[in-house]
């Protein structure tokens, strides 16, 4: 007897009965379907890193609709690297290897890449004309390779003036958002009086 089997898909079934004094020999096939796990509302989300594939492990603790000590792995590759970018094909994997036992319903599916979170911090010397500015954003927060600036516009160009708005500039600023901890500022110059040559005189000279 070959032992039935286990995988999503269609099979035909074909039963035997060998003749006997009582009833004569006699076959019939018949087809059955065994039907995939179907993953509904399934939700992907991943911070910006500058990769465009991804990978999500579940198990039956995890996750109910895993069959129960079987491990099941998406790999998702996405278009590009960049928020926003669509989900190109998802990988199914059920103990390391390619399976057709699982499947997710595209309808109800929402896969993407979101923004990274930077945070600025800038004080600007009064110079008594600039009232917009534009500062790079550390590499340490950047993936490598990629070049992010934040301008910044003050209501007046005076030191204490209101921030009126701010902007990521690039060619990659989309893939960031600024972090609502940023702090701009326009700080007081410092005065540079000199050397200043004083003869005592017994009188005060300023007032």
């Known amino acids: 007897m070959t032992a039935a089997p286990k995988d999503a898909g269609t099979y035909t079934v074909k039963v035997l009965v ?9 076959s019939k096939e018949k087809e059955i379907v065994i039907s995939p796990v ?12 500058g990769k465009k594939e991804y990978e999500k492990t579940f198990n039956h603790s995890s996750a109910n609709w ?10 998702h590759k996405f278009e590009s690297e960049n928020v926003g970018s669509k ?14 036992n699982y499947v997710i319903e595209e309808s109800s599916m929402k896969a993407g890449i979101t923004p990274k ?17 534009t500062s790079s954003i550390g590499q340490i927060q950047l993936v ?9 516009v003050f209501e007046s160009h005076n ?20 972090n609502s901890n940023s702090k701009f500022n326009i700080v007081p110059a410092k005065l540079n009086l000199g050397t200043i040559d004083l003869t005592y005189t017994g009188e005060y000279m300023f007032k």
């Open 18 to 26: 060998a003749e006997t004094p009582t009833y004569v020999a006699a």
């Open 38 to 49: 179907v993953v509904k509302n399934y939700e992907f989300s991943t911070v910006f890193d």
């Open 66 to 75: 895993v069959v129960d000590g079987e491990t099941v792995k998406f790999i």
């Open 87 to 100: 989900l190109a094909s998802t990988v199914i994997q059920s103990n390391g290897v390619a399976t057709n």
């Open 117 to 133: 979170e930077v945070t600025a911090a800038f004080n600007y010397v009064y110079d008594g004309v600039t009232k917009q500015y």
């Open 144 to 152: 490598a390779g990629y070049n992010v600036s934040v301008k910044v």
């Open 159 to 178: 030191a204490g003036a209101k921030v009126v708005s701010t902007e990521l500039v690039g060619e990659n600023a989309k893939n960031y958002t600024l």
